[in-house]
């Protein structure tokens, strides 16, 4: 059985830092490109970043610069890590597993906020 589990979502400040976990079983998680969604109250879901199997990432522009995403394969997780955090960057945050399929986490929410 598939799973994928994010963590770490919470409230910060505007300017401040929070870093997403994702990890995933079930899976061999070192042939998955794994990336990070987000979903912000009455929008569609919009891509935030990418790290393929072989660690090459693209960033969505909105993101670029202030974002990081990495993955740990011994430990079957991605990280996304967000600094300079913006009121717009206040969303769910979904982490998604692609390959041969695609499985989604249900997500953990971020909220910028003073």
């Known amino acids: 059985q598939v799973q994928v589990v994010e963590s770490g979502g919470g409230l910060v400040q505007p300017g401040g830092s929070l870093r997403l976990s994702c990890t995933a079983s079930g899976i061999i998680f070192n042939t998955y490109a794994m990336s990070w969604y987000r979903q912000a109250p009455g929008k569609q879901r919009e891509f935030v970043a990418t790290?393929?199997?072989?660690?090459?990432?693209n960033y969505a522009d909105s993101v670029k610069g202030r974002f990081i995403i990495s993955r740990d394969n011994a430990k079957n997780t991605v990280y996304l890590q967000m600094n300079s955090l913006k009121p717009e960057d206040t969303a769910v945050y979904y982490c998604?597993?692609?390959?041969?399929?695609?499985?989604w986490g249900q997500g953990t929410q971020v909220t910028v906020s003073s």
């Open positions: 998604n597993a692609t390959f041969a399929r695609v499985y």
């Open positions: 790290i393929t199997s072989g660690g090459t990432t």
